[in-house]
DNA sequence: TTGTAGGCGTTATCAC
DNA sequence: GTGATAACGCCTACAA
């Protein structure tokens, strides 16, 4: 069924039956009428491929999520899906998971369906490189710093992760921890070694020693992650009187961890999230973290593409504010 | 840049880079290097609008998720997308939120896009009724039972919901408890009812009495609707011993507002969830719940659909196993 | 082995 | 207001 097939039944020309359709004007009523109750009849629509190899301009924005598992990543998508569909624009969504590389994927979908631009949900700058410079529309990396890339297209929005776990930091040393342990990635990926330095300034200037081979415990983002990091953290320096870790996640099985083993959290151990996901707030006991904010996340990073697509707007990086959660994880000793 | 460019380039026709790019056998060596050559130099790929208007055959799936909070569904999501990446399809995804109407969304992208098939990640049946019914392509609803629909098109793949909640309630039963509260969704919905049924059934073979009106709250799928629920429940009705949660959500809600009033789980109530989520093994205390094998329920329901697409096997309505799980959060009384 | 040309379903620009 | 007709980018007989 095609638009010829309409107007034949019609006894009109297809153009007729395009502008009917296309709501164009200039089309008596009468013969409106007709193509619209033969169209309604058949339950006829255009053909999708046909209309936009035609209408050269696809408006399409793809999404790509990594790693489905993340609240945070999802409570953004859902907003950022929300806010396009208002918008003279499409979005398409593609989730990815920790292993795989956002920079191909976005490089082959850039040249099989070259979208308006790119937003990507979590990932890192790290993958970004190599085949992505290839990519050559405005893009933006939400949650995670991408200056370093040094991309014209790639922008991004994120809170100072620095400032951020300088502050969560110092809330542990301000409640008298002086023997910290930290679970965070692994030090070549920019957020987990911004997040180290935030950590390790907050330590230094406040005069307390961290030695890192002993107290640092590369872990994956997760809740697994957390719980075996812990357990080897605390077998291998069973003196530390917090852990600070780099995600929520890794904290909760942190946690989980700590009570197998027969510490309670806060009262043996304190220990400190990052993310501020809705589940930190209902775990018992209630996280210490610092909370990135959904919303402004979502909007800034979506203006910011839009800014880039709309504008031509250089690429940015910007910061969002972020909120320390005090919570209930932490104990303040002597 | 199009087909036209490289063979101008290159200087053949059209048809050898277009032989090319399809792998057809039939182009000297020589012709294909200088082609593929310069279709690399320039990054180049064939118009996929263009492709599926002339290869006619859509050969896109697409996902509708409800309800993006939700980590089972998430898991799943991920699980489907992976399997399709093998198979001659693509997939699309829709995220969508809880108060949206996954089946008027489908209906207007079946007439928008004609995809081979929906699979849907959640979502009620109450709302694949009406205009849903105008398409008519094979669809599987994953973890919901569908067959109330009466859909030519429609399959669903899920647990056996009153056998699990089944197993649950007789666990807090054989566990000593007698008085048991619900948190539950709203028994309009299918999957509420069965739940609540299968809790009743169990209840009553046990001989145990349940008052509705006193023991059933009615909340939202959510940590705070859980909380919330637990509230007015502890409120009304102070004797429960159990709490039985039609979701690891909910119970974990409960769980939270328990210990803001000062009981302790399960020492002082005991709570039992639904799902399964990979949060409820590293709460404290870990969960009793139903798991849900993500990987039972993805590939079921994916092999439901191919076998409608392909074979165009009549629909089914297929159940999946679930999993006991013990967890810590109930405590045996007497 | 390679080039040519018609057509996929639509939109838009013409005439009429 | 309406009807032809030329693109859009690609695939594929068919011809050379």
Redesign the pocket.
């Known amino acids: 069924m ?3 097939d309409i ?1 034949k039944e019609c ?9 009917v ?2 709501n ?5 009523d ?3 009428q007709k193509v619209l109750a033969i169209v309604e009849k058949h339950g ?4 999708t ?3 936009q ?4 301009d696809r408006k399409n924005i793809v999404i790509i999520v990594k790693g489905a598992s993340s609240t945070l990543l999802n409570g953004l998508l859902e907003k950022i899906q929300k806010k396009i569909e208002n918008l003279p624009y499409t979005a398409s969504v593609v989730v990815l998971d920790e292993n795989d590389n956002e920079g191909l994927v976005a490089t082959r979908i850039y040249f099989e369906q070259k979208p308006l631009g790119f937003i990507f949900l979590g990932g890192s700058p790290k993958k970004l490189h190599g085949d992505f410079a290839k990519v050559h529309v405005p893009s933006v990396l939400i949650s995670n710093q991408a200056s370093s890339v040094g991309s014209d297209f790639l922008s991004s929005v994120s809170i100072d992760n620095m400032k951020a776990s300088f502050t969560s930091a110092e809330f542990l040393v301000e409640n008298g921890h002086r023997k910290i342990g930290v679970i965070g990635g692994a030090l070549d990926s920019e957020i987990s070694s911004t997040r180290y330095e935030g950590f390790l300034s907050a330590l230094i200037s406040a005069g307390v020693h961290f030695d890192f081979d002993k107290s640092y415990e590369i872990a994956k983002y997760s809740f697994e992650g957390g719980a075996l990091a812990a357990k080897r953290l605390i077998s291998k320096n069973p003196e530390i009187t917090a852990v600070f870790a780099m995600s929520d996640a890794m904290a909760i099985g942190a946690c989980r961890a700590f009570q197998d083993l027969g510490y309670k959290v806060p009262q043996d151990i304190s220990v400190v999230g990052f993310d501020g996901l809705t589940i930190s707030d209902y775990f018992c006991p209630r996280l210490t973290t610092i909370r990135q904010i959904e919303e402004e996340l979502a909007s800034e990073g979506l203006n910011v593409l839009l800014d880039s697509i709309e504008n031509k707007a250089p690429c940015c990086h910007k910061i969002v504010p972020f909120e320390f959660i005090k919570g209930e994880s932490v104990k303040k000793i002597d």
Not at 11 to 19: D, E, K, L, N, P
Not at 24 to 28: L, R
Not at 44 to 47: A, I, T
Not at 53 to 56: E, I, M, R
């Open positions: 095609t638009i010829k107007a006894g009109c020309a297809i153009g007729t039956v395009s502008r359709l296309n164009h004007p200039d089309v008596s009468n013969m409106r006829f629509v255009l053909n491929n046909a209309r190899l035609k209408a050269q």
